[in-house]
Every structure is written in structure tokens, then in C-alpha cells.
Nanobody, 122 residues
Framework: QVHLVESGGGLVQAGGSLRLSCAAS????????MGWFRQAPGKEREFVAV????????YYADSVKGRFTISRDNAKNTVYLQMNSLKPEDTAIYYC???????????????WGQGTQVTVSS
């Protein structure tokens, strides 16, 4: 069982930065690949980034590539999403999730956090 809690969301102007954190409970955190997803009002949940459990390999959605960076600290049971050059279209609720494999498909994630709101003003 893995319990996930996101933090770090907020209101920021376009061009600004935020760092989201996702703290995980459980001693098996290091064996899970961790993903970030987001959901804007009226839209489906979409993949943002994932980091694998094994080698820390990362993969990003095209919409955030070059602006967002996912990282993890297994000693702290925490995964991060550094978001730079934010745009109004990045406004959404951001969720972290844990899966046994590194995947972009939401249904393959076993555990989800409650989400944190990110709002980017123009």
C-alpha cells in the first residue's frame, strides 16, 4: 500500500515557476515508477511526466518537454515536478501516482494522490 500526498501548488504568473512535491508513505516507494498527471476543468486527465523506479529514466509529454523536470529522492520517499516557464494552459489539478512500471497510461497506476491546484495567470 502506498499513500501519496501532493503539495506545492498555487497561483503564479505566466513565465513563473513552481515545484510540486509528492510525499509517499510505505517502505516500497523505491520500487514504484512515479508519474505526474493533470486535469483541467472539462478535460480528461492527461499524462505529464514519469520517472522509472529502476534507473530513474524520465519521459515527458510534448507539451511540457523542456519546461518541466521530474525527479525523485528515494531516501525521502518523495517525487518532485519542477515547472518552469509556466503558461496559462498549464492550469490544472496536478496528481502524482505510483505504478509498477513506467507508463503514460493512467489506468496502469495503482495509487493516486488527492491532487494540488496549479493556476497560471496571464
Amino acid at each position: 500500500q502506498v499513500h501519496l500526498v501532493e503539495s506545492g501548488g498555487g497561483l503564479v504568473q505566466a513565465g513563473g515557476s513552481l515545484r510540486l512535491s509528492c510525499a509517499a508513505s510505505g517502505r516500497t516507494f523505491s520500487s514504484y515508477s512515479m508519474g505526474w498527471f493533470r486535469q483541467a476543468p472539462g478535460k480528461e486527465r492527461e499524462f505529464v511526466a514519469v520517472i522509472s523506479w529502476s534507473f530513474g529514466s524520465t519521459y515527458y509529454a510534448d507539451s511540457v518537454k523542456g519546461r518541466f523536470t521530474i525527479s525523485r529522492d528515494n531516501a525521502k520517499n518523495t517525487v518532485y515536478l519542477q515547472m518552469n516557464s509556466l503558461k496559462p494552459e498549464d492550469t490544472a489539478i496536478y496528481y502524482c501516482a505510483a505504478a509498477s512500471v513506467a507508463t503514460i497510461r493512467p489506468h496502469e497506476y495503482n495509487y493516486w494522490g488527492q491532487g494540488t491546484q496549479v493556476t497560471v495567470s496571464s
